[in-house]
């Protein structure tokens, strides 16, 4: 007889390994608000398991290589790690164009280690609302699930929609320091990590420039995160337990007085409000908010039936 408990559809997707995963992400770019689409979400959002690591940083700053290195040292310790590498979108098919992932080196035969590579579509090296569905369904299924951003435009600010803990990725002597600082993008990482430190002087003034930005930002209330910077050499594994031992305490500290679950909520509302932009701009939202409709979902409520709901009733 099968199960009548919501999360049967995932045990389904347990049982059947990669393919499974494979077929149902698959199906879930094909018809996205489809009826058994929206069950299996509705599902997963019920059932988080993993930790959401979101990296970041510019292109060629070695954040592929330094997931190789984190995804081997948690599948170490015996967990299952999914992944999800953002790649720029092709103009003329809308895939991704580095889809064969050829940057992020893991043993194909590790059933605990599945890897997918998605388009940003049509946001400038962002995040899809198709990539957001994801995170959320192998988030159901894993233990960790990193999350790989393409580098550029709204990589730094949607991947904090999505993640738990935002690893913003400097390379030394490229500038990419002095961005940071001007930018903004300091206000968004939880960690900030300077890549190949093996090269020495300049890693080491890179991390003492990231550190320098860090000090003068306004903590993040008065139990705010402390974010932290760390030279690592994915290359040589120099720094990398340190790193993880910084995103186990990451962890922890989310885990305390509900500031994971208050904080993906708060993700959930921004999801619903971005849905709903992008499908009927501001002037739907206009609407939405003259005919009083709530866009915050009710806390444990699904974003994604929440979304459907609201659809059905702005659609013309």
């Given at each position: 007889?099968?199960?009548?408990?919501?999360?049967?559809?995932?045990?389904?997707?347990?049982?059947?390994g990669?393919?499974a995963l494979?077929?149902?992400l698959?199906?879930?770019?094909?018809?996205?608000?489809?009826a058994?689409?929206?069950?299996?979400?509705?599902?997963?959002?019920?059932?988080?398991?993993?930790?959401?690591?979101?990296?970041?940083?510019?292109?060629?700053?070695?954040?592929?290589?330094?997931?190789?290195?984190?995804?081997?040292?948690?599948?170490?310790?015996?967990?299952?790690?999914?992944?999800?590498?953002v790649d720029?979108?092709?103009?003329?098919?809308?895939?991704?164009?580095?889809?064969?992932?050829?940057r992020?080196l893991t043993n194909?035969?590790d059933d605990?280690?599945?890897?997918?590579s998605?388009a940003?579509?049509d946001r400038?090296?962002?995040?899809?609302?198709i990539?957001v569905a994801?995170?959320?369904?192998?988030?159901a299924?894993?233990?960790?699930v990193?999350?790989?951003t393409?580098?550029?435009?709204?990589?730094?600010?949607?991947?904090?929609?999505?993640?738990?803990?935002?690893?913003?990725?400097?390379q030394p002597?490229s500038?990419?320091?002095?961005?940071f600082?001007?930018?903004?993008?300091?206000?968004?990482?939880d960690?900030?990590?300077?890549t190949?430190?093996?090269?020495g002087?300049?890693?080491?003034?890179a991390?003492?420039?990231?550190?320098?930005?860090?000090?003068l930002?306004a903590?993040?209330?008065?139990?705010?995160w402390?974010?932290a910077?760390?030279?690592?050499?994915?290359?040589?594994?120099?720094?990398?337990?340190?790193?993880?031992?910084?995103?186990?305490?990451?962890?922890a500290?989310?885990?305390?007085?509900d500031?994971?679950?208050?904080?993906?909520?708060?993700?959930?509302?921004?999801?619903?409000?971005?849905?709903?932009?992008?499908?009927?701009?501001r002037?739907?939202?206009?609407?939405?908010?003259?005919?009083?409709?709530?866009?915050?979902?009710?806390?444990?409520?699904?974003?994604?039936?929440?979304?459907?709901?609201?659809?059905?009733?702005?659609?013309?």
């Amino acid at each position: 007889m099968p199960e009548s408990t919501a999360s049967s559809p995932l045990k389904a997707l347990e049982l059947g390994g990669k393919a499974a995963l494979a077929r149902a992400l698959a199906a879930l770019e094909r018809t996205p608000e489809g009826a058994e689409t929206l069950a299996l979400l509705d599902a997963a959002y019920a059932a988080p398991r993993a930790q959401v690591l979101g990296l970041t940083g510019p292109p060629g700053v070695g954040k592929s290589t330094l997931s190789g290195r984190l995804v081997a040292a948690f599948r170490n310790r015996g967990e299952r790690v999914g992944v999800i590498a953002v790649d720029p979108s092709s103009r003329r098919s809308g895939g991704a164009l580095l889809g064969d992932r050829m940057r992020l080196l893991t043993n194909p035969e590790d059933d605990g280690v599945f890897v997918r590579s998605m388009a940003a579509r049509d946001r400038l090296g962002g995040l899809a609302d198709i990539t957001v569905a994801a995170m959320v369904l192998m988030r159901a299924l894993f233990d960790k699930v990193l999350i790989e951003t393409v580098g550029v435009g709204q990589s730094e600010t949607d991947v904090a929609m999505a993640a738990d803990t935002v690893v913003f990725c400097v390379q030394p002597a490229s500038g990419d320091s002095l961005q940071f600082m001007k930018a903004g993008i300091v206000e968004i990482p939880d960690v900030a990590v300077v890549t190949k430190a093996d090269l020495g002087k300049a890693a080491q003034r890179a991390l003492a420039d990231l550190k320098g930005a860090l000090s003068l930002t306004a903590p993040r209330g008065p139990q705010g995160w402390p974010v932290a910077a760390l030279a690592v050499s994915a290359s040589r594994g120099d720094g990398l337990d340190e790193l993880v031992a910084l995103l186990d305490r990451r962890a922890a500290w989310l885990a305390e007085h509900d500031r994971l679950h208050l904080a993906r909520q708060a993700q959930a509302e921004t999801w619903v409000v971005e849905a709903l932009k992008a499908r009927f701009g501001r002037s739907g939202l206009a609407r939405a908010a003259r005919q009083e409709m709530a866009l915050a979902p009710p806390p444990g409520e699904s974003p994604f039936a929440r979304i459907a709901d609201l659809a059905a009733v702005l659609d013309p």
